[in-house]
C-alpha cells in the first residue's frame, strides 16, 4: 500500500488527536453499517467531533476509496471518466497547466474526484456528470462572484467552479485555480 507523506501525517495525527489508530476507527465505522462516504462523514463529524479532513480519511480507508488502497491509481483516473470521457481533457489540460508551476505539486485520486495538495490541499477536480466538470478550490475568505461560487459550509472545499467543456478553461477560471494554488504554501 502506497501512503504519501500527507496522508502518512494525517494518519499519525489521527492516533494522536483522538488516541485511536485509523484501523480502529475503520472498524467503529464498518460495526456503523454506514454505506455511503457522506453517512461516514456526517456520522464522524456529528458524534465524535471529527473535523471534516480526518472524517474524510477514515471515510476513504473504511471504503477502500482512496489512492493508497488501489494498486493503480491511474485506475481510478479511468473510473472516474467511464461514461463522462468528453470531460477529460478539462482535468488533463488543468493538470498540465499545474505542473508548469511548481514540482511540489501532489496528485491524489480518489474514487470520485482527484485531490491536488502542496504543502496542504487546494482543490479537487470532479467529473461530477456527464455534461459538467467541477472545480473545487480552498479559498478562504474570498467573496463569490458569478463564475466563483460559494460551496455548502462543512465542506473539504470554500468554492467551485463548474465547467461544461475545455474552451470554458478561460484566464479567469485559471487565475482562481492559481489563486488556490498560490495560498496551499
Avoid at 66 to 82: F, G, H, M
Avoid at 99 to 114: F, G, M, Q, R
Wanted: charged share 35%; with cysteine.
Amino acid at each position: 500500500m502506497d501512503i504519501d507523506k500527507a496522508t502518512q501525517t494525517m494518519i499519525d495525527n489521527l492516533h494522536k488527536n483522538s488516541g485511536k489508530t485509523l484501523e480502529e476507527w475503520i472498524e467503529i465505522v464498518k460495526k456503523e453499517n454506514l454505506v455511503k462516504h457522506g453517512e461516514i462523514i456526517k456520522f464522524l463529524k456529528d458524534k465524535h467531533e471529527f473535523t471534516h479532513g480526518f472524517a474524510n480519511l477514515v471515510a476513504h480507508r473504511s471504503k477502500a476509496s482512496d489512492a493508497a488502497s488501489v494498486e493503480n491509481k491511474d485506475d481510478l483516473i479511468t473510473e472516474q471518466y467511464k461514461g463522462k470521457e468528453s470531460l477529460k481533457p478539462i482535468y488533463d489540460q488543468l493538470v498540465n497547466e499545474i505542473k508548469t508551476w511548481s514540482k511540489d505539486l501532489e496528485i491524489a485520486p480518489k474514487k470520485a474526484y482527484v485531490s491536488l495538495r502542496r504543502n496542504k490541499q487546494f482543490a479537487t477536480l470532479t467529473p461530477a456528470t456527464k455534461t459538467r466538470f467541477e472545480i473545487g478550490l480552498i479559498l478562504k475568505g474570498v467573496e463569490a462572484t458569478d463564475i466563483l461560487e460559494a460551496e455548502k459550509p462543512n465542506t473539504m472545499c470554500t468554492h467551485k467552479i463548474k465547467i461544461s467543456k475545455k474552451e470554458n478553461l478561460n484566464n479567469e477560471v485559471l487565475n482562481w485555480f492559481k489563486k488556490a494554488f498560490d495560498k496551499a504554501l
